[in-house]
């Protein structure tokens, strides 16, 4: 069944000219691009995506780091696109988790500047499209 996932290049990824890689991955696994745009978050919009980390030690530095620069939000589609999708990034930390081959095994060291953010379940999609997607 086809189901739909929000992706996040961060500002680390876009910095670095990783946006056409993390796009190629996405689509040369079968996904389709059913939203794209390029932006800078502004505090509630990061705010209201990382709530369930509120309060953690990272979360102010994370918040800091998100709107420090522009992101690419993308909605992806396709056929379980929620874990397709969290395949390709790897694990959070992308020494100790992702493996290589993966986007953050391949191209990320530290666990805070980890390149890309999906949805991690059919809710949390849900409610992340509604946060960056109001209209989709
Ligand atoms: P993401 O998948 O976007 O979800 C929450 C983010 O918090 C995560 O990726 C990391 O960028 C960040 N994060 C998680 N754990 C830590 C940590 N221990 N220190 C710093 N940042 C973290």
Redesign the pocket.
């Known amino acids: 069944m086809s189901e739909r996932t929000l992706v996040l290049v961060k500002p680390d990824g876009v910095e670095r000219g990783l946006v056409g890689e993390v796009i190629a991955r996405i689509e040369r696994k079968g996904l389709k691009l059913a939203a794209l745009e390029l932006r800078t978050a502004d505090r509630a919009t990061a705010e209201q995506h990382?709530a369930e980390?509120d309060g953690k030690p990272?979360y102010k530095?994370?918040v800091d780091f998100i709107t420090g620069g522009p992101l690419v939000a993308l909605v992806v589609e396709g056929t379980r696109a929620i874990p397709a999708f969290r395949q390709l990034a790897g694990g959070?930390d992308p020494v100790e988790k992702a493996t290589p081959g993966t986007i953050r095994g391949d191209f990320g060291l530290e666990?805070?500047y980890?390149l890309v953010?999906g949805s991690d379940s059919p809710e949390s999609a849900e409610r992340e499209i509604k946060i960056w997607f109001p209209n989709l």
Request: net charge negative; aromatic share 20%.
């Open positions: 990382y980390h990272f530095d994370l959070t666990v805070q980890n953010h």
